[in-house]
Structure formats: structure tokens, C-alpha cells
């Protein structure tokens, strides 16, 4: 455990309140004694309590590396809570904050923000996952910052987790010799995420918290880890409430998907190891080298590069994983029945793809790239689907907002194709799920949201395209005014779409005031929807032709995924 804090001054006297006793400890920043110790915080500028860096779990290093998480061990010791974690080990990606820094395989760490310790009524908990392709990303990013949410909502506390990400977090050793005594590396990262969640079951009372009232929320990966606990083995009654933004359970992968990627033999070659014991002998840096070597070479689709890029996701598989092979299935059979859910997209998800592929320096074609990648997405789409599918995806092309624009005459028909990856990557996904969690019959409620306020002018490149973009809602949920990131915020929408988020935690029920919120059910779909010009509203079937004409062929096609 780190940063031990020998507390020898008595500057000030916040109090301490105790999940196991009611001793006192005095200190200069506010104390709660959980049941690994006892954490000193501080209070933020705006009168949070923050603390920051608390482990809930043992560092997985040594023996424990690609190892399941093991529980934290009982202590009476003072620590200090006021830095974040280090981000797990993972290769540096531009787009990527928490990478630009140092990070580590000592990663399972925690962060909490809550107000008043002595208020006696226990308050809803918000526990956050955050996203980065499995592969990247951790709560040092300041996008995840949690004192403004607490600021404006004192009756909720907040926590972030960080989990082990990458080849440290999911990766498959069936192929290498010695690999069988691994067996849980292809999903470390979601039990990372129970552990936390177990940890926060037994501690967060102390922060004011409810253990009984748990919603967790993530978007993109993190969205796709809250959808592996719905359905995870493990993960039953660790939570009561649950909203996964962007992260549909199609964020998995099969072991099929494990051994197309060639991870396991890519990390191989570059540490020039043959087996797991000499894995396992590596050292920490030696690892991250790996992860950032060249090694891993380039997909036929001119990605990849460094070993770190071929990243993979939880495995879903009946016989080798916690998270079954059919996710819908399990929704449908009431695998998660009483669990109010809240299932979130936004309506321009893969234009962050075409942001991320823009080049400023092609003035004739630069969206040339992304142009030829989505056309070869969806011409895959109709190739794993079969005839039918093919048919449909081509129709539904007649019925889709052609948003004609300066690229869409460079490139015809770029945002068309762009609508059908949209669908088959996020939007069928979610009314499946959506669908399926409200007809297993359970006490939980069933909501979904439509995020359509997004990027009307770009920073930079070309962003003024990206629109509502993937990932664009998160300083609104957040009610992070603070971190824009070139995006024209509106502080009335982040404070309403917060309260949404915030109302859902409470109760269950994300309605605000002037806006009834009804359920979701495969009979009206009715959605909430925040429009471009950021108004919010209810509408029943969204794009009808495009659910009418594509969901049918959608849980096909992810089985063959």
C-alpha cells in the first residue's frame, strides 16, 4: 500500500466517520477509516471532499500479475488520499491524457467526492468506469473530474475506478505454454471493476453513501464494462441501478476475435519471450516498452502499429469467461431483470472515427480515408449478414437524412454510410438491449436516451462534421463546464442532462422537473431526446424505417461477430 501518512501535526479537526468503529483520528484534511485503513482527503476549492488514490484491492504485481484481483488485507494504519493512481500500463496514445503521463501495473485504485461526513442520511453513490477501448485511458483525466457534479448535487457521492487496461487487462494465454494457469486474463478488467465495487459495498457508508442504493455508469468501454456487470457472473447485487453510455454488449469479444488479433503472440515477439514464466519474469518497464514497440506491424486496414494497439475486449464465452456468449439472451432471460437501467447513445457516434482519420494536410480529400474505411465497414457488415441483410442495409439507405454538406459533396453518400455504422455499432445494439431488459418482466425500470447535442463549430482539424460524436455527452453528465475541448457547452442543457443522470441514481427515475420521463418498451419505444439545438424532449420510435428495416437482421449478425 502507498503513501503511508504519519499524522504528528493537529492542524484542524474535520472528524472521521468509521465502517468498523467509532475511534477518532485527528488530522489536517478530512478522515474516513475504512476497512483498510484509515484515509485523509482534502476539500476542493469549491468545499467537496476529495480523496483520491485509495486501493481496493492488492497491487497485482509479482505472482499476482494477469492474475484475478485479491481483496485488500485489514489495517488500523493512516493514509494519505489526496493523489490519483497511476493509470494502468498501456501504450501512449495522442487522444489518450491519461497515457501521457506515468503508468503502472500498481493501478487499482479508487477516488471519492462527497460533502458533509457527519450528514447521517445515507446518500445515492455514483460509481464511474471510464472508457478507451479497454485498452486506454484512466480517471486522471480531467474530463472525469468529479467536484462539480458533487458541488451541484451534495446528496450524491462519486467514485471513479481505475482497472487494468490493455494486455495487463484483457488478453488471452491459451496458445502460450503455461498459459492455462491465466485463465482469467481475458476479462482482469471487469473483475477489477466487481472488486472495486465489493470494496465500495464494504467502505463507502463511511463516505456517506448507501451501499444499497449503487448505480454505475461508464461510456464507451466504460458503457461496455456496466453492460459485461448486467449480465456477469460475479457481479449480482453490487449494484441496484446501472447506465451504460455507448456500450452496448457487441463490446465484446469472442476467443475467435482474441486469436484474429494475434495479441498474445505480438506481446510474445516483442519481449522475446516463448512461454509465461518468462512473461512473468519481465519487468514493469520492460513490458511497456513492449507495449509501445513497433512490433505489432499494421491490420490490413492500415491501423495498429505498436503491440498496445491490438487491443482486446472482455471475452464473452460460455465456457471460458464470466460473460456468456449472448448477452441479449441473458437480458431477455432476466439475467439483470430487477436492475433499473438507462441505456444511452449519441446520434453521431462514428463521426468521431472520421475525426480521428481527418487529414489537414490532403486539402483535395481529407476525409478520403475515413470515406473508403466506412464504405469497407458496411460492405463488411453486408458480407457477415448474408443476403438479407445486404438488401435491408441497402434500402434503409433511401430513408436515411442524406446531410448533404462540403463533405458529403467530395465524398458522396459519406454520412449515409456513416448512419449505418452508427446503427449496427451502437444504435441496434441498445434497443436490443433496451427491449430485451424491459420484456424479462423484472422490478427494474427500463429507460434509453438519444444525446444529439454535439460539436456545431470545431476547435481545430475539421470538427465542425463531428456533430454529436462519440463521447460528446461526458462533460454534461459530468456537469464539467470547465473542460471544454473546443465544444460549445451550454451551462442550462449540462445542468438538466446532470440532473437527468443524478434523478436516475436517486430513484430510478431520471424525470426532471417539467419533463416526464416515460419508460422504455418495444410497444412505443419512447426515447428521450436531446436535439442539436440542445431542447429536451420525448419522442416515440425514433428513425422508424431504419428500426423497422435493420433491427431485424442485428442479433444475426452480432452472433457471427
Known sequence: MKRIFLIFALVAIFGLTSCS?????????????????????????????????????????????????????????????????????????????????????????????????????????????????????????????????????????????????????????????????????????????????????????????????????????????????????????????????????????????????????????????????????LSEADLLKALNSEAGGVSAEGIGGKVGDFNNWPMRSDERSIIPSDGYKALLEGKSKDVDVMVGIVADEIRYWAHLQFDPSDEESPLGFYYEWAKAKVDGIKKVGGPETARRVDESMNYIDPDSDEWDAKHPGIWKYTEILNNYNFRLGSITMAENHSKAGGKGKTYMYVFGKGYAEGANKGEDYMKACHACELTYAFNNLVYKDGAPFDSVLTKRFSNIFVNFARTGNPSIEGLDIPQYDKTDRSTLIVGRDAEIYVEKNPLPKETELLLPTYHEFFLKK
Not at 65 to 91: I, T
Not at 150 to 175: H, K, Q, S
Not at 194 to 200: D, G, S
Not at 214 to 226: K, L, M, N, Q, R
Open 21 to 281: 468503529d467509532n475511534s477518532e483520528v485527528k488530522s489536517d484534511g478530512p478522515v474516513v477509516k475504512c476497512f483498510n485503513g484509515s484515509f485523509v482527503g482534502y476539500v476542493e476549492d469549491n468545499g467537496v471532499l476529495t480523496f483520491k488514490g485509495i486501493p481496493f484491492a492488492k497491487a497485482p504485481i509479482g505472482e499476482l500479475r494477469w492474475k484475478a484481483p485479491q481483496p485488500v488485507e485489514a489495517s488500523d494504519e493512516v493514509f494519505e488520499a489526496k493523489e490519483y493512481g497511476l493509470p494502468g500500463l498501456q501504450s501512449y496514445d495522442e487522444g489518450e491524457v491519461a497515457s501521457h503521463g506515468d503508468v503502472s501495473e500498481d493501478c487499482l485504485y479508487l477516488n471519492v467526492w462527497t460533502t458533509d461526513l457527519q450528514m447521517k442520511e445515507d446518500r445515492p453513490v455514483m460509481v464511474w468506469f471510464h472508457g478507451g477501448s479497454y485498452g486506454w485511458g484512466g480517471t486522471v483525466d480531467p474530463l472525469y473530474e468529479g467536484k462539480y457534479l458533487v458541488e451541484e448535487y451534495p446528496d450524491v457521492v462519486l467514485v471513479t475506478v481505475e482497472y487494468r487496461v490493455n494486455a495487463m487487462g484483457f488478453i488471452d494465454f491459451v496458445d502460450v505454454p503455461g498459459g492455462e494457469a491465466f485463465p482469467d486474463a481475458p476479462y482482469l478488467g471487469i473483475l477489477d471493476q466487481q472488486q472495486a465495487l465489493r470494496w465500495i459495498q464494504q467502505n463507502i457508508s463511511g463516505f456517506g453513501g448507501d451501499p444499497n442504493n449503487v448505480t454505475i455508469f461508464g461510456e464507451s468501454a466504460g458503457g461496455g464494462s456496466i453492460t459485461c456487470h448486467l449480465i456477469a457472473k460475479g457481479s449480482e447485487g453490487l449494484f441496484r441501478r446501472a447506465i451504460p453510455m455507448s456500450g452496448e454488449i457487441c463490446l465484446q469479444h469472442t476467443p475467435e476475435n482474441y486469436k484474429k488479433t494475434g495479441q498474445a503472440a505480438k506481446l510474445l515477439a516483442a519481449t522475446n519471450c516463448t512461454n509465461m514464466d518468462e512473461l512473468m519474469a
